[in-house]
């Protein structure tokens, strides 16, 4: 994998993301139970080194929970998108959600992505 850093600083766009389109969902295991957290999507889901990704919020921001699980998603983005600094940050974090880190990260109670096709 070709490691240069991508040409702009990704950002993340408050907008909604289609469910039935290619995006990723965050996920949270809680109680024993699968919570759905927010969808993304690169604005522009052809061009692989798109930066502006859209974030479909799906829990809100009323309670001090809802919010911490918000920062656990920004938290997981921030890592896999920004920090990791990969060339195709898209590729990158859909190859995270099909691997066995993502399963080990969502059994310890953090966020869970998966890829929706």
Known sequence: MDHARPARTP???PAPVAADGEHL???VKRRGRQV???????EVPADPKCARFLLDWLVGEQTLADRDLREEVRTSLEFLI???QE??????VCHHAASAANVYTGEDGGVFWEWVR
Do not use: D, N
């Open 11 to 13: 950002e993340f766009i």
């Open 25 to 27: 969902r965050a996920e």
């Open 36 to 42: 759905l957290l927010a969808r993304i999507t690169p």
């Open 82 to 84: 920004v920090e990791k």
């Open 87 to 92: 060339p195709a940050p898209w590729a990158y």
